[in-house]
């Protein structure tokens, strides 16, 4: 049983980071942002390629995969949504081009890696074991919960707190006014897909680590996941995204343990119905009224 | 009025055309249709001295992208390979048309479609996928085209039609061979089993898994499934943790393979996992390294198979393609043998020819072993059971 929640809690850690980068974008910008599971699985791909291929160290990977997701959330920001700000199909327009781009990017990886499955070297990291009153924690798990946790606090900290997220609240409250104002909408909305990019990305590696293998669709598996934690949380909001990832992760634990590994997924999409049914807005959402 | 009146025959006339077009369009995919014998196809002498004009033209549908990639890949190549050696043989001919089925059902329909009706492919090979043979089978059955399946293994496939051949074996046939031999190499007594319940492949698998362990007398002290999309498995193996079995039976895709048995031995989970096809790669083992040990795996090839021709196409393979072959470029490379074999042998490159000696092929010695089709068009050949020691696949003796 306690190994059990242990599991919940470590799996629910990786659906928090992939779900905290998604929910970002859409908190601030209102964008539904669906290349943002290819992005995830293009940093594991890169990262396994840094370290596989040009000997990098797997700590010195990690800075250089969100490096390369800063400038993939760069370009999918002027590529798939800049071109589209301004029409009255903005959002709608904006996650079929998501699509696309996101295609794209998948495509890329398979012409540069192939269709078959990677994964670091073995001695690229160690992942060491522990065990702990009976209960085996991998390395690799607490290094995803602790990066969850910190990506949480630290982006929570800069939307509220810094210059920086005081412009991004400004362009999500108000991107005209917020012009007005002073603050450079394009450059905010940009910061925000490299931001969210750079997590995104930064997930696809710790996912390797955790799993053991990176493949094509490993974003794909994932996306549906994200798309219930970040509801289940509350669209937009960075705490909700991170306990909503970990009540997911539980649930499927539990509900394997108690229940049956059938009804695993049952479970999880049940919370999520029920959870909905009592706070439609999710667990930490706000029910936003704009004025016309 | 007087105006629709003046239109009325106009109307008739095309009405009647469109109908008779539609008509005449609908002739071509009319069961039981067939295309005419092509003279150029119809050669001189047989077996080895057989000469055929035109180029045989062989259709393949492979999953080369999406999800089922991993394995179309290696069959695109094991095709190629097997097509190449034989074009360079004198007196027939082969025209290799691939299509992309994207691991979707609708394309790979479509593909079917275009190699029957307007390549006028003799046989088609594929597809990668036994989810997507029921329909595309039933189609070429019904414009009477034979197919050959090379990882088809699903239950019912061959009973689709007299059209319809395999030679890849059922995951089935090569479990039944796996768990008696590491039953008794191993002295089991208890297992785990633990599969992927949304794929056509490993649920037919897993039914006859759980009936072979039955007649073995092994006792099943847990029983889990997950997801095709799912890389996470620990709350299930902590579940089969918790039954101590001496053995674990898998049935998953090779996608799954590698995250379930490294998240099994983090666990702590060090019996011995026995599973099918989806252990049969050489990545495989590279990418687990010391917790591949004790992997038992049933299949339809294995690079330490003493078969007739099998160093030497381990050999060109890697060659054209840096790379070791697995079990998916084997089979894709003795489709192409047991078609040549086919076509020589009343030296005839048309679909009936084709089919009429698909369904006499017998002690083929291939790559596989020694491969017959029986009259149901199932293959018949001995399965390999294989461990890995010491980071590489032997032969696990009993």
Same mark, same amino acid.
């Given at each position: 049983?306690?190994?059990?929640?242990?599991?919940?809690?470590?799996?629910?850690?990786? $659906?928090?980071?992939?779900?905290?980068?998604?929910?970002?974008?859409?908190?601030?910008?209102?964008?539904?942002?669906?290349?943002?599971?290819?992005?995830?699985?293009?940093?594991? $791909?890169?990262?396994?390629?840094?370290?596989?291929?040009?000997?990098?160290?797997?700590?010195?990977?990690?800075?250089?995969?969100?490096?390369?997701?800063?400038?993939?959330?760069?370009?999918?920001?002027?590529?798939?949504?800049?071109?589209?700000?301004?029409?009255?199909?903005?959002?709608?327009?904006?996650?079929?081009?998501?699509?696309?781009?996101?295609?794209?990017?998948?495509?890329?990886?398979?012409?540069?890696? *192939?269709?078959?499955?990677?994964?670091?070297?073995?001695?690229?990291?160690?992942?060491?074991? $522990?065990?702990?009153?009976?209960?085996?924690?991998?390395?690799?798990?607490?290094?995803?919960?602790?990066?969850?946790?910190?990506?949480?606090?630290?982006?929570?900290?800069?939307?509220?707190?810094?210059?920086?997220?005081?412009?991004?609240?400004?362009?999500?409250?108000?991107?005209?006014?917020?012009?007005?104002?002073?603050?450079?909408?394009?450059?905010?909305?940009?910061?925000? $897909?490299?931001?969210?990019?750079?997590?995104?990305?930064?997930?696809?590696?710790?996912?390797?680590?955790?799993?053991?293998?990176?493949?094509?669709?490993?974003?794909?598996?994932?996306?549906?996941? *994200?798309?219930?934690?970040?509801?289940?949380? *509350?669209?937009?909001?960075?705490?909700?995204?991170?306990?909503?990832?970990?009540?997911?992760?539980?649930?499927?634990?539990?509900?394997?343990?108690?229940? *049956?590994?059938?009804?695993?997924?049952?479970?999880?999409?049940?919370?999520?119905?029920?959870?909905?049914?009592?706070?439609?807005?999710?667990?930490?959402?706000?029910?936003?009224?704009?004025?016309? | 009025?007087?105006?629709?009146?003046?239109? +009325?025959?106009?109307?008739?006339?095309? =009405?009647?055309?469109?109908?008779?077009?539609?008509?005449?369009?609908?002739?071509?995919?009319?069961?039981?249709?067939?295309?005419?014998?092509?003279?150029?196809?119809?050669?001189?002498?047989?077996?080895?001295?057989?000469?055929?004009?035109?180029?045989?033209?062989?259709?393949?549908?492979?999953?080369?992208?999406?999800?089922?990639?991993?394995?179309?890949?290696?069959?695109?190549?094991?095709?190629?390979?097997?097509?190449?050696?034989?074009?360079?043989?004198?007196?027939?001919? /082969?025209?290799?048309?691939?299509?992309?089925?994207?691991?979707?059902?609708?394309?790979?329909?479509?593909?079917?479609?275009?190699?029957?009706?307007?390549?006028?492919?003799?046989?088609?090979?594929?597809?990668?996928?036994?989810?997507?043979?029921?329909?595309?089978?039933?189609?070429?059955?019904?414009?009477?085209?034979?197919?050959?399946? +090379?990882?088809? =293994?699903?239950?019912?496939?061959?009973?689709?039609?007299?059209?319809?051949?395999?030679?890849?074996?059922?995951?089935?046939?090569?479990?039944?061979?796996?768990?008696?031999?590491?039953?008794?190499?191993?002295?089991?007594?208890?297992?785990?089993?633990?599969? %992927?319940?949304?794929?056509?492949?490993?649920?037919?698998? /897993?039914?006859?898994?759980?009936?072979?362990?039955?007649?073995?007398?092994?006792?099943?002290?847990?029983?889990?499934?997950?997801?095709?999309?799912? =890389?996470?498995?620990?709350?299930?193996?902590?579940?089969?943790?918790?039954?101590?079995?001496?053995?674990?039976?898998?049935?998953?895709?090779?996608?799954?393979?590698?995250?379930?048995?490294?998240?099994?031995?983090?666990?702590?989970?060090?019996?011995?996992?026995?599973?099918?096809?989806?252990?049969?790669?050489?990545?495989?083992?590279?990418?687990?390294?010391?917790?591949?040990?004790?992997?038992?795996?049933?299949?339809?090839?294995?690079?330490?198979? %003493?078969?007739?021709?099998?160093?030497?196409? +381990?050999?060109? /393979?890697?060659?054209?393609?840096?790379?070791?072959?697995?079990?998916?470029?084997?089979?894709?490379? !003795?489709?192409?043998?047991?078609?040549?074999?086919?076509?020589?042998?009343?030296?005839?490159?048309?679909?009936?020819?084709?089919?009429?000696?698909?369904?006499?092929?017998?002690?083929?010695?291939?790559?596989?072993? !020694?491969?017959?089709?029986?009259?149901?068009?199932?293959? %018949?050949?001995?399965?390999?059971?294989?461990?890995?020691?010491?980071?590489?696949?032997?032969?696990?003796?009993?």
């Amino acid at each position: 049983m306690s190994q059990q929640l242990a599991n919940g809690l470590f799996s629910g850690a990786i $659906y928090a980071l992939f779900a905290i980068g998604f929910t970002l974008v859409f908190g601030i910008l209102r964008h539904l942002n669906l290349a943002h599971a290819s992005i995830f699985t293009a940093g594991a $791909y890169l990262g396994i390629d840094l370290v596989a291929r040009f000997g990098v160290p797997i700590w010195t990977a990690f800075p250089l995969v969100a490096l390369a997701g800063v400038a993939l959330g760069v370009v999918l920001e002027r590529v798939a949504f800049r071109p589209l700000a301004g029409r009255a199909d903005e959002h709608f327009a904006g996650l079929i081009s998501s699509v696309a781009f996101g295609g794209m990017l998948v495509a890329a990886l398979q012409a540069r890696y *192939g269709t078959q499955q990677h994964s670091f070297p073995v001695d690229a990291f160690p992942n060491r074991i $522990y065990d702990i009153a009976g209960i085996s924690i991998s390395l690799a798990q607490v290094i995803t919960l602790t990066v969850a946790l910190s990506a949480m606090a630290a982006l929570a900290w800069l939307v509220a707190a810094s210059q920086a997220g005081r412009a991004m609240r400004a362009v999500a409250e108000n991107p005209n006014a917020a012009r007005i104002l002073g603050v450079h909408v394009e450059r905010v909305t940009a910061s925000t $897909y490299a931001l969210s990019s750079a997590l995104g990305a930064t997930a696809g590696v710790l996912m390797v680590l955790n799993v053991g293998q990176a493949h094509l669709s490993m974003g794909l598996s994932i996306e549906l996941t *994200g798309f219930a934690v970040i509801i289940l949380g *509350g669209m937009g909001s960075l705490a909700g995204a991170m306990l909503a990832g970990v009540m997911l992760g539980l649930a499927e634990s539990l509900t394997v343990h108690y229940i *049956g590994s059938s009804y695993k997924d049952v479970a999880a999409f049940v919370l999520l119905f029920a959870v909905l049914l009592l706070r439609p807005q999710g667990l930490f959402g706000t029910i936003r009224v704009r004025e016309a | 009025m007087r105006k629709w009146g003046k239109r +009325i025959p106009t109307l008739c006339v095309t =009405t009647v055309a469109a109908v008779s077009v539609l008509a005449a369009g609908c002739v071509r995919i009319e069961p039981g249709d067939s295309v005419t014998s092509r003279p150029g196809l119809n050669g001189t002498g047989s077996g080895p001295g057989c000469g055929i004009q035109d180029p045989v033209p062989v259709g393949a549908v492979l999953s080369l992208t999406e999800g089922a990639a991993f394995a179309g890949q290696y069959q695109r190549e094991g095709l190629e390979l097997g097509f190449k050696e034989l074009n360079a043989r004198e007196g027939v001919r /082969y025209s290799l048309i691939m299509e992309d089925d994207k691991t979707d059902l609708g394309e790979g329909i479509a593909a079917f479609e275009k190699l029957i009706h307007r390549e006028d492919a003799s046989i088609i090979i594929g597809p990668t996928l036994s989810d997507l043979a029921f329909s595309t089978f039933e189609d070429a059955q019904d414009a009477r085209t034979p197919v050959l399946g +090379i990882s088809t =293994t699903a239950d019912g496939i061959p009973e689709i039609g007299d059209y319809v051949f395999r030679n890849s074996l059922p995951e089935e046939y090569a479990l039944a061979e796996s768990i008696p031999a590491a039953r008794e190499a191993l002295g089991l007594e208890t297992v785990a089993v633990l599969h %992927d319940s949304e794929d056509e492949f490993t649920s037919s698998a /897993y039914a006859t898994m759980i009936e072979v362990l039955s007649d073995e007398g092994l006792r099943v002290v847990a029983d889990e499934n997950f997801e095709t999309s799912d =890389t996470e498995f620990r709350s299930q193996l902590t579940k089969i943790a918790d039954g101590d079995p001496d053995a674990l039976v898998l049935s998953a895709l090779p996608n799954a393979t590698i995250p379930l048995v490294r998240q099994a031995r983090e666990l702590g989970i060090d019996a011995p996992i026995v599973g099918g096809n989806a252990f049969n790669s050489p990545v495989m083992i590279a990418n687990l390294d010391s917790a591949a040990e004790g992997l038992i795996v049933g299949g339809a090839w294995s690079s330490a198979l %003493d078969s007739e021709g099998n160093a030497e196409f +381990i050999d060109a /393979y890697i060659d054209a393609y840096g790379r070791a072959p697995d079990q998916f470029a084997a089979q894709a490379y !003795t489709a192409a043998k047991m078609i040549d074999a086919a076509v020589r042998a009343d030296c005839d490159g048309n679909r009936e020819a084709i089919k009429n000696n698909l369904a006499q092929l017998d002690g083929l010695e291939t790559v596989l072993g !020694t491969v017959s089709l029986d009259e149901a068009g199932e293959v %018949d050949q001995q399965p390999v059971v294989q461990i890995v020691e010491d980071g590489e696949f032997t032969l696990l003796e009993g």
